[in-house]
């Protein structure tokens, strides 16, 4: 495994207590594979990421089990030599809103080649050719370095900051809602020249949003994001045909299919959990339709049903009864 | 390359204060005086603490009007007030600019370091900052010349210590800001060091700002100059143009002699506006708004 992910937790030091961001993640992303983490805003997804990266801000607790790289253990790595050996070189992000991710007074082409200068001694030679290499390996005219982030548009910026994530051939490709904020068309060339890139270089990609559509299409294994755990976590085809958790059948409701376009959306009522409220069962619990009482005061474990499936919940022997349950409409609303 | 950066960075600027009809006017003015303070010894007809005679009688020029021999007249003293005029303007816009320049450096370097570090270093700076805008000028320059006796460095650096103090304010505002934006983090994924995104990212996006504040502690500086001189804590050695007219006041000639009193009154009033329009040219890149008006 590429990197291994157990029991990490993210806490956020606030005047009363702690926000828990990020409470109990375990994942691992294998290599040369596609790991699409999906959730629903302020679920802890950017926190993951930031942690990851170790970009959180001085008021998070981050603490982990386990957080290695091709076993390499990255806690106890200071800052420095974090930024200097980890990312960009082994770690690379395609940050969110990446529209607004290169400096507006540094042409593109610069900004990646310090990336590659930060990080490698390269000359400005060579430097140059790389980055002309890696504009072109994006589908963006080599000559388009030298001009500045405004006269591009927003798919083409998407490309540069894609371009610049590959700089350095990363084992692991953060990416972090690139096609938010794209319309359907560029969404469609970006995720094309994903899967370009998939194909050529061997570099994991780990892909966050809250676009099931795209993640459906890119992921190999799918990880189902809620309140700072993942509730469950399988392979692609396994999420969408056979889930187990009463939040991805929730989510499965939620989205409308393609084959039967007349069935009516059902939502799931209610709104996530405080992340500052001591929780101490199920955090879906609340909005569960099968909840029982231990389900809101004993946490339930990462369980694993099948081999490389695992699920966030205490009910999984009932799964065929959910399953049918939860397309029915009147499950969900009972909760109210 | 690096020179061709430079003379990009020279041309951006240029264009900046030549596109604005008062930056063009402020910037001519400025020349004239630095190319007035660099030809000093080579423009001026006579020294300045020379005692002068009328060419045609011999007698001791004393307050003299204008006239062909003097074009701006003679002191109390019979000194010649074009000469003293040139002299004085070396003295100004060295005072000026040293001390515009160094205050900036320290305003631009404190905002910038509290505004991105934040927590505690913030915390004392600014509070620093706090105590420094207590303290007032001609209080804190007096006690420095008590101490230390007249000198023209004594004056810069009391200038320095009180001048930055509001550049360091707007550019820790500025810095917050910016050091929020999505292009800082995408620096900080990158593996920039602090340094790096402080001065390499953070900096360059706060420039407008940063010569608009630089133009206005310069001229800050030389009002500050000219009435610290003019009390008399100017260096009795360096004549500036506030240490003239401190000359003309304890001459008791005020009311009489006005083209011992106009020329300095007038350039530092000129220098000062040039100064402000300049900064009004940076203003209107840093707040483009105020162009539509």
Not at chain 1, 267 to 295: M, T, W
Not at chain 2, 167 to 185: D, E, G, H, N, P
């Amino acid at each position: 495994m590429l990197l291994n992910i157990k029991n990490l937790k993210t806490h956020y030091r606030i005047s009363d207590g702690v926000v828990k961001a990020v409470d109990g993640v375990s994942l691992s992303i294998g290599e040369n594979e596609v790991f699409g983490l999906a959730g629903e805003s302020g679920c802890g997804k950017s926190t993951l990421i930031r942690t990851i990266m170790r970009l959180t801000p001085d008021t998070a607790i981050v603490s982990a089990d386990e957080l290695t790289y091709n076993g390499q253990d990255l806690m106890p790595l200071s800052d420095r030599e974090y930024r200097r050996d980890i990312l960009w070189k082994k770690i690379s992000l395609v940050p969110q809103s990446a529209m607004n991710s290169l400096n507006p007074v540094y042409r593109v082409g610069n900004q990646i080649a310090e990336a590659i200068r930060t990080h490698v001694d390269m000359s400005k030679s060579e430097t140059r050719q790389r980055v002309e290499k890696l504009f072109k390996g994006v589908g963006l005219q080599p000559a388009l370095a030298h001009n500045y982030p405004h006269e591009f548009s927003g798919g083409m910026r998407q490309r540069a900051m894609i371009a610049m994530s590959l700089a350095l051939d990363p084992g692991l490709i953060i990416m972090d809602e690139p096609t938010t904020g794209l319309d359907v068309l560029v969404q469609e060339r970006i995720l094309r020249e994903l899967k370009a890139i998939r194909k050529q270089s061997a570099a994991s990609i780990f892909l966050i949003t809250h676009d099931i559509s795209v993640i459906a299409e890119m992921s190999d294994r799918i990880g189902i994001m809620y309140a700072g755990r993942i509730m469950e976590q399988a392979d692609a085809m396994t999420v969408f045909h056979e889930p187990y958790h009463p939040y991805t059948l929730g989510l499965k409701n939620a989205f409308p299919s393609i084959k039967s376009l007349d069935r009516e959306l059902i939502s799931i009522p209610g709104s996530p959990p405080n992340l500052a409220e001591d929780i101490p069962g199920c955090v879906f619990a609340f909005r569960c339709p099968f909840a029982i009482d231990a389900c809101k005061t004993q946490r339930p474990p990462d369980l694993e049903i099948k081999p490389n499936h695992f699920v966030h919940c205490i009910r999984t022997d009932h799964v065929e009864q959910f399953r049918k349950l939860a397309g029915e409409k009147k499950t969900w609303q009972s909760l109210k | 390359m690096k020179l061709r950066r430079i003379k990009e960075f020279g041309i951006t600027q240029m264009r900046i204060i030549l596109g604005n009809r008062f930056g063009i006017v402020g910037a001519a003015i400025i020349v004239f005086f630095c190319m007035v303070a660099l030809l000093t010894p080579v423009i001026a007809p006579h020294q300045p603490w020379e005692t002068l005679r009328d060419a045609d009688t011999g007698r001791l020029a004393i307050m003299r009007p204008p006239s062909a021999q003097f074009p701006l007249g003679t002191t109390a003293l019979g000194r010649d007030v074009l000469t003293q005029m040139i002299y004085a303007t070396r003295t100004t816009v060295l005072i000026g600019l040293v001390s515009g320049l160094i205050s900036i450096l320290i305003g631009a370097n404190i905002g910038l370091l509290s505004g991105y570090y934040g927590g505690r270093l913030d915390e004392i700076m600014m509070r620093f900052t706090d105590v420094i805008y207590g303290m007032p000028f001609l209080p804190f320059l007096i006690v420095l010349i008590a101490l230390f006796g007249r000198s023209l460095w004594f004056v810069i650096i009391a200038i320095c210590c009180i001048v930055w103090r509001t550049s360091a304010r707007v550019i820790r505002a500025q810095t917050l800001s910016i050091k929020q934006r999505q292009f800082i983090l995408a620096a900080k994924a990158r593996g920039c060091s602090h340094f790096r995104i402080i001065y390499g990212h953070i900096m360059p996006n706060i420039l407008p700002l940063l010569l608009l504040y630089t133009a206005f502690n310069i001229a800050w500086s030389v009002l500050a100059e000219a009435g610290a001189s003019f009390l008399g804590f100017g260096d009795p050695d360096n004549l500036s143009w506030g240490g003239m007219l401190y000359n003309l006041w304890i001459s008791g000639k005020i009311r009489s002699a006005w083209w011992w009193f106009a020329p300095p009154a007038v350039c530092i009033v000129l220098l000062v506006s040039a100064l402000v329009f300049v900064s009004r040219a940076y203003e209107e890149v840093a707040n483009p708004r105020l162009k539509q008006r």
